[in-house]
């Protein structure tokens, strides 16, 4: 019996697909579930006030393919952030969260990932900082009610960007519904520009990291980075991951227009599965 899920970025996709058929390449692929994306787009926004209806079609669809949907990367906050110095916004933000936390239970889903920053678009402030703090706590309330768990991207800006400054929050925060879900690619960056090692900065995280990105970057680059052309030491990060008791990884990489996105799927599953079996 594998003793590890691995997921699908649901952006590694064509947007044009629909429910079924997504989920449809990522079992034909290999991969156990996906990563629902609710960014900062209207369209993506939407689905947190999605009807019963529209539900019910996804909860369907996960039934008729066989594969679910079991986590989101909620980057929506990136236009509405929780420490927003716009009151309206950050209003906003805890309504999203809250919407986020509902679909999840509706769907069961287990985890979701927020953006590890304060303000996006903003300038960042102590204001900033203390009301992102205020409202993650009501954030981790809302999750506890339903179960969810949500986790910290390592994020590309220096606010969040390895497993240490994530761990300043989850401290502050100490609820068990609060954890860290780093990203392989970004931490990976981030050790490069603060001369640290990465298998120490996951272990900062011991106890509380509850799914890993496996990401490839290059210094100074984020993203769009195909597997195994980077900097990241995957073997490293999964090992290390693994032994600190990590058994949910989600591979990040992205559609790209000409794509043929099922080789490239397919591809990504095998890189990760070469890696994670010989945890297993």
Known sequence: MCKYQLGLYEKAMPGTLNWVEKLQAAKEAGFDYVEMSIDETDAKLARLDMSEGERDSIRAAMRAVGVPFRSICLSGHRKYPLGCPDMEKQKKSLAIMEKAVKLAADLGIRTIQLAGYDVYYEESSEKTRADFVKNLKIAAEMAGKEG????????????????????????LVDSPYLGVYPDSGNITNAALLYNDDVTEDLK????????????????????????GTGHVDFEQVI?????LG??????????????????ELKK????????????N
């Not at 986790?151 to 800006?157: I, P, V, Y």
């Not at 090992?239 to 032994?243: E, L, N, R």
């Not at 990590?246 to 080789?263: I, M």
């Open 268 to 279: 990504a599953s095998e890189f990760m599965r070469s890696r994670l079996d010989k945890m």
């Open 148 to 171: 969810i768990q949500m986790g910290f991207e390592t994020m590309e800006t220096p606010f969040m960007d390895n497993v240490q400054k994530a761990m300043e929050y989850v401290k």
């Open 204 to 227: 900062r995280g011991k106890g509380h990291i509850v799914a890993v990105h496996l990401k490839e970057t290059v210094p100074g680059k984020y993203r769009e980075i195909p597997f």
């Open 239 to 243: 090992k290390t991951s693994w032994d």
């Open 246 to 263: 990590v058994r949910r990884y989600v591979a990040e990489f992205w559609y790209l227009d000409g794509q043929d996105y099922k080789a």
